[in-house]
């Protein structure tokens, strides 16, 4: 039986979203390091701070976590994908980057879609940095739900993020 390659489409509309991670940021570069003078170190000297206001102590208040920097962002697990890719047995998944962006390494599992069992695939690096990769398709007849783990970096390699992804696949029973 012959390899087939499933197109799968572009996940460039997930970008953006690293994009917001990295909003906020900026770069900075130093000068290179001097040489060390030889002169000695001198102590720095202790100035007293006044006391601070006498009275009863302030009641407690509710803590409250600092506001992000990019609001819009959440954390959440993504749900089941409820439809998906028809495939065969030994098909190949192809995921690929828009221009700028190139893959480090990826991961991913499979289970079915309903009930117990599953694969892991362990880590792969890519120090090629290709901007498009195969991965496996799931190999168990029925539905099943595959999920990715992509950490990605841009060309110049300053901003680095991971994507999850998650497809639900269906081979035809043997």
């Not at 979203?17 to 170190?41: D, K, M, N, R």
């Amino acid at each position: 039986m012959t390899a087939r390659t499933i197109a799968a489409p572009r996940i460039a509309f997930l970008v953006p979203l690293l994009l917001v991670f990295a909003c906020g940021a900026t770069v900075e570069q130093s000068a290179p390091a001097s040489p060390l003078p030889s002169t000695a170190i001198e102590e720095p000297s202790l100035t007293p701070v006044p006391a601070g206001p006498s009275g009863p102590p302030a009641e407690p208040t509710q803590f409250v976590p600092p506001t992000p920097v990019c609001p819009a962002t959440f954390d959440a697990a993504l749900p089941d994908p409820e439809t998906g890719l028809t495939a065969h047995e030994g098909d190949r998944l192809t995921l690929a980057l828009p221009p700028g962006w190139q893959f480090l390494r990826w991961e991913g599992f499979d289970r079915p879609a309903v009930g117990d069992g599953g694969n892991v695939w362990p880590p792969i690096d890519t120090p090629q940095r290709p901007t498009t990769i195969e991965v496996p398709v799931p190999f168990r007849p029925g539905a099943s739900i595959a999920g990715y783990t992509l950490t990605i970096t841009n060309d110049d390699g300053r901003i680095v993020g991971t994507l999850e992804i998650r497809f639900m696949t269906s081979l035809p029973s043997s």
